[in-house]
């Protein structure tokens, strides 16, 4: 997806994400991605959702809780940019966030449930962007940032943490 963004879109660390958004169309790809994630939460071993596979790693609720999170980062930093709010966002830390985010109380359904809510609005919020509204690039953590561009992180976040789950942990 990095082809369909300029340069100038978003910061090349980002690149990872955006290339695995899961359509074209951001709005598409975000309704492909609840469905993805339902199936891969509801899959997930009760006993296996506070396991962690090394000591400092985040176990798979705190993996859960950081997406939920960063979707809602993320689309603010979409609406900003769209509203062409030029005031620089700063950057968050996940590091700090996920200590106290209380993830590993958390049952899989309340993460189903947040990140329904969550997605739907974040797909209310790309249905109304116009072309123009997507194309605005505004600042986050020193680096420009599109609203489109941040659609597709979104996307990709999502897939790039399921991946790592799946990989690393179960």
């Known amino acids: 997806m990095q082809s369909l963004l300029s340069k100038e879109e978003y910061n090349p660390y980002y690149g990872i994400f955006i290339d695995k958004a899961l359509k074209e169309d951001i709005v598409e790809g975000l309704k492909e991605g609840i469905t993805q994630f339902v199936e891969f939460v509801e899959n997930i071993p009760d006993e296996k959702l506070t396991y962690a596979y090394a000591d400092g790693k985040w176990s798979i609720a705190e993996v859960l809780q950081h997406i939920i999170d960063t979707e809602r980062i993320f689309s603010y930093r979409a609406l900003r940019f769209a509203r062409k709010d030029n005031s620089p966002l700063i950057g968050f830390d996940q590091d700090d966030y996920v200590p106290n985010s209380n993830a590993n109380a958390i049952k899989k359904e309340s993460f189903v449930e947040d990140f329904k809510a969550v ?12 072309s123009d509204m997507l194309m605005w690039v505004g600042e986050a953590s020193g680096s420009p940032m599109s609203a489109r561009a941040a659609g597709y992180i979104l996307s990709g976040h999502q897939t790039h943490h399921l991946e790592v789950i799946k990989e690393r942990y179960l």
Do not use: M, P
Not at 119 to 130: D, E, V
């Open 119 to 130: 997605r739907g609005s974040s797909i209310s919020l790309y249905k109304g962007f116009t």
